[in-house]
């Protein structure tokens, strides 16, 4: 026997399935109207809808056509209707054509349709205007970056913020973000609240929460700041937009993930006033003397190594500043650009134009330029483009993938590179990391233990003598992180890079083209000067700049 539960999911049942087919007869019937008129079919519950293209037109406006516009491409507009020869449509079209659109028509079933003007209400709090811009107020952004000191202001002020006031949030996010010199905003959904956290420094640290209702409502708006699609959560996106502040403009670089709970949004901050001279980078004397020769050569490859957020895009930024000049022309291709840099060409990637790294790098190539800049070596024709470059008179600096300096030799080879070809065409690799700096206000020099001294005294044996400035003895004292109001309590402020740097000279070029293992080209390079990272970084601690925790941390245990 049915009883009254079971009775009432049997009618739900029923009433889905009843739905189901209506929308299916609904989807055909559009699917005929569109295919009797030469025209497209779209369900938009399954295609992107461009919000800031729909409120080319009011809500008003599209309910009386029966017309909405899903997307916007320079003039061109894509416009979903559900009847074609309506008089009302005919009106529209001819409207916008006198504003200067291109309107292009698909068929819709009454249910997209609606689907669509749903998302009118979505934009009702934001404010939008014809060209679908929405703003990010730059004198409220300076505003918060006069009165917030540290993230304990941050997290005081947010509170005070109404959860609906999400124009407001976001501004007060991105400023206290940039006061604090985080690298990135992180919003995470999780079971009560979406977290919001910062990185300083190369780490996490969680600012507050808020609740779903306001967490949903900041990401429609970050979307929409970014040109991302609102209807599209099942899949990442990534997008950017602009901020004014303090004089620079500061580009947002937004990624969204799909997620159990929601959608996940990393926000990365490219600041200009982060780009920085060769010698403000980290590199030792030793290590300077040698990378400014080789940048003064005429043709050859230089490349930089390590992990995501190591500091290669703004080396190789350093390198073309320091050799720019009226008398060289220097391109590059990026993705994007990070650093606008005076008297340079720069180029962006745009894989859906077909213009990615290699075809970029071929055009590029037929300019006719003295320096080019490769954001990023990824595959095998990008690598061989950039490596014939090099053979053939031009000054080439690129970033790869590889754990160390030596290891950009055999990952080359991985991409497809003739080995033959290497030897002559590189010049230079350069493999680097970020440490944190202690933080001068709060850090305190305490005695090395014995086991810290043993530590060193192993792993600085090989390094040569004249590099080591201090004595290595119990009496020896090093930097210890505490924390206070200027650092928020780490311990460290700022970053510096580590490095280890390959020459390749006429011997290691001899050698290379036996197409050795990445474990004999390291020891060669030992042999002939290379230290490794590590030691550079010990020596960083010698020098009072960081910790042995922290050069722990990036580079692994000591000794």
């Not at 990401?219 to 699609?229: A, M, Q, V």
């Not at 709060?442 to 090989?462: M, P």
Request: glycine share 6%.
């Amino acid at each position: 026997m049915v009883n009254e539960y079971q009775q009432d999911d049997l009618s739900r049942a029923r009433e889905q399935k009843i739905h189901k087919l209506r929308r299916q007869e609904e989807e055909h019937l559009a699917q005929t109207i569109a295919s009797q008129g030469g025209l497209p079919y779209k369900d938009l519950t399954l295609t992107p809808v461009d919000g800031t293209a729909l409120t080319i037109l009011s809500k008003e406006e599209a309910e009386n056509a029966g017309a909405v516009i899903i997307s916007r491409k320079d003039s061109v507009l894509t416009v979903a209707v559900k009847n074609p020869s309506s008089f009302e449509v005919k009106n529209l079209l001819e409207k916008l054509r006198k504003e200067s659109w291109r309107p292009s028509v698909v068929v819709v079933s009454p249910f997209s349709f609606e689907h669509a003007v749903s998302f009118f209400e979505r934009f009702a709090y934001l404010k939008t205007n014809i060209t679908g811009e929405v703003t990010v107020s730059s004198d409220l952004i300076k505003e918060f970056l006069s009165s917030i000191t540290d993230t304990e202001t941050l997290r005081n002020k947010i509170n005070q913020v109404s959860p609906k006031d999400t124009s407001k949030l976001l501004e007060l996010i991105l400023a206290g973000a940039m006061k604090v010199d985080a690298s990135d905003i992180h919003i995470e959904p999780r079971d009560a609240e979406a977290i919001i956290r910062l990185r300083i420094d190369g780490i996490l640290y969680d600012l507050f929460g808020i609740l779903p209702a306001a967490y949903h409502f900041l990401l429609e708006r970050i979307k929409l700041l970014s040109g991302l699609k609102l209807n599209i959560t099942d899949k990442g996106q990534d997008g950017r937009f602009s901020i004014n502040a303090a004089d620079n403009e500061v580009e947002i670089r937004t990624s969204t993930l799909p997620g159990e709970r929601g959608e996940y949004v990393v926000m990365r901050l490219l600041n200009p006033t982060k780009l920085v001279s060769i010698n403000k980078l980290g590199l030792r004397k030793d290590l300077l003397l040698v990378l400014n020769k080789e940048l003064k050569r005429p043709n050859g490859m230089i490349l930089t190594s390590g992990p995501t957020g190591s500091g290669k895009t703004t080396a190789l930024a350093a390198f073309v500043k320091s050799i720019s000049s009226e008398q060289i022309k220097i391109i590059t291709i990026e993705d994007p650009i990070e650093y606008h840099l005076t008297g340079v060409e720069q180029t962006q990637v745009a894989p859906e134009d077909g213009y990615d790294f290699a075809n970029g790098l071929r055009s590029i190539v037929r300019q006719d330029p003295d320096v080019i800049l490769v954001g990023e070596i990824r595959d095998k024709e990008t690598a061989e483009i950039a490596v014939q470059a090099a053979l053939t008179g031009h000054l080439v600096f690129s970033t790869l993938h590889s754990n160390d300096a030596a290891g950009a030799i055999p990952r080359l080879v991985e991409l497809g590179v003739n080995p033959e070809n290497i030897a002559p065409a590189l010049n230079l690799t350069m493999a680097q990391r970020l440490i944190r700096k202690i933080c001068k206000t709060c850090a305190s020099a305490e005695k090395i233990s014995s086991q810290e001294l043993k530590s060193v005294k192993v792993a600085l044996a090989n390094v040569p003598k004249g590099l080591v400035t201090v004595e290595i003895n119990e009496h020896l004292k090093i930097f210890k992180a505490k924390g206070c109001k200027d650092c928020n309590g780490t311990g460290y402020k700022g970053r510096v890079g580590i490095f280890e740097l390959f020459l390749l000279d006429e011997t290691m070029k001899a050698f290379i083209a036996k197409n050795p293992g990445v474990y004999d080209i390291h020891l060669k390079a030992q042999e002939r000067g290379m230290v490794p990272m590590q030691q550079d970084g010990i020596l960083k601690i010698l020098d009072g700049v960081t910790t042995l925790e922290e050069i722990e941390r990036i580079t692994g245990p000591i000794g």
